[in-house]
C-alpha cells in the first residue's frame, strides 16, 4: 500500500465544473464573503474606537468577529478562486491547514456563543453580582480557554485524520478539506477516527447545547416578569434570532460530521456545509451587533474617531 506521502494534492470537487455555473458560484461567495468581512470588521473598529463599549459584552462580540473573519476566510477564498480560475487542486499542506483552520475557529464560534449566552445570563438574571462575576480577569480566561483549548482540539483532529493513507482517491466531494469527506477516500481502516468524532462531537455538543438552552430557560423566565410589553418584545426579539443561528449551527455541523451514510449525498453534504461555514460569520454581525443601537451610533461614529486619531 503507498504511503500518504505519494499523496501531494486533491482535488476539491463540491461545485459544478460548468464554466457559467462557477462564475455564478464566483460572483455569489465574494460578494458573501466581503459582506462578512466589512461586516466583521466594522464591528472590531468600533469597539476598539469606542471606550464606552470597553465591557464584557462586546469584548466576546469582537472576539466573535475576530473568529468569524478567520472562519470564513478558512475556506471561501480557495473556494472563489477555484471557481475563477477553473482550478480545484489543493496542495496537501493546504488541505492539513485548512481542516486544522476550520475545526479552531468552528469550535471558537460554538465556544464563544455559549459564553456569550452565559454574559447575558449574568446581566439579565443576576444584574447586581453582574460586574462581580463578569470581571476582566474573568473574561479574559474565559475567551484565552476557548481559543486554547480549540486549538487543542482542531490539532488532534488534524493528526489522526492525516495519519490516515489515500491511496486509490483523492477527490473530495466538497468545496473545501472536511474530514468526513476526506474519511470518505481512504483506504484505511477509519473507525477510530469515526468513534473519536462521534464521542467528542456528542460530549462537546450535549455541554455547549444544554447550556446555552438553559441559559435562555433562565433569560425567558426573567423576560416574562417584565411589566413592560416593549421590553419583552426587545428581549425576545434579541435572543430568540440568537437561539436561532446557534440551532442551525449546531445542527448542520452535527448532520455532516455524524450522519449515516444512508443520509449522506452530494448536495445534502454541500447544503450543510455552506450552513455552517458560511451563514454564522454572514449573520452574527447583524443579530449580535447591527440591532444594537450602540453598535450603530459607534459605526457611524468611525470616520470622525479615525480622523481625530490622525490629526
Not at 117 to 143: F, S, T
Not at 222 to 244: D, E, M, N, W
Amino acid at each position: 500500500m503507498p504511503n500518504q506521502s505519494t499523496v501531494t494534492e486533491f482535488l476539491l470537487m463540491g461545485f459544478s465544473s460548468d464554466r457559467e455555473e462557477q462564475f455564478s458560484y464566483f460572483v455569489i461567495f465574494l460578494s458573501i464573503y466581503l459582506i462578512a468581512l466589512v461586516g466583521n470588521f466594522l464591528i472590531i473598529v468600533a469597539v476598539a474606537l469606542n471606550h464606552k463599549l470597553h465591557t464584557p459584552m462586546y469584548f466576546f462580540l469582537v472576539n466573535l468577529s475576530l473568529s468569524d473573519i478567520c472562519y470564513i476566510s478558512a475556506t471561501i477564498p480557495k473556494s472563489i478562486a477555484a471557481s475563477l480560475w477553473n482550478d480545484q487542486k489543493i496542495s496537501f499542506a493546504g488541505c492539513v491547514a485548512q481542516v486544522f483552520l476550520v475545526f479552531t475557529f468552528g469550535g471558537s464560534e460554538l465556544a464563544l456563543l455559549t459564553i456569550m449566552a452565559y454574559d447575558r445570563y449574568v446581566a439579565i438574571c443576576h444584574p447586581l453580582q453582574y460586574e462581580l462575576i463578569m470581571n476582566w480577569d474573568a473574561c479574559i480566561q474565559m475567551a484565552a480557554a476557548s481559543w486554547i483549548s480549540n486549538i487543542i482540539h482542531s490539532s488532534l483532529h488534524t493528526a489522526i485524520t492525516f495519519r490516515l493513507h489515500f491511496c486509490s482517491s483523492n477527490i473530495i466531494g466538497q468545496y473545501f478539506c472536511d474530514i468526513p469527506q476526506l474519511l470518505k477516500i481512504s483506504c484505511t481502516d477509519t473507525k477510530v477516527n469515526q468513534i473519536l468524532i462521534l464521542a467528542i462531537g456528542i460530549t462537546v455538543a450535549s455541554f455547549c447545547g444544554g447550556f446555552i438552552f438553559v441559559s435562555y430557560g433562565y433569560i425567558f423566565s426573567a423576560v416574562l416578569r417584565i411589566p413592560s410589553v416593549q421590553g419583552r418584545y426587545k428581549a425576545f426579539s434579541t435572543c430568540i434570532p440568537h437561539l436561532t443561528v446557534f440551532s442551525l449551527f449546531i445542527s448542520t455541523d452535527l448532520f455532516s460530521y455524524m450522519s449515516p451514510k444512508a443520509l449522506s449525498s452530494t448536495t445534502m453534504d454541500l447544503l450543510s456545509a455552506v450552513l455552517y461555514t458560511v451563514l454564522p460569520p454572514l449573520l452574527n454581525p447583524v443579530i449580535y451587533s447591527f440591532r444594537n443601537k450602540d453598535i450603530q451610533e459607534a459605526v457611524l461614529k468611525i470616520p470622525k474617531r479615525i480622523r481625530n486619531l490622525l490629526v
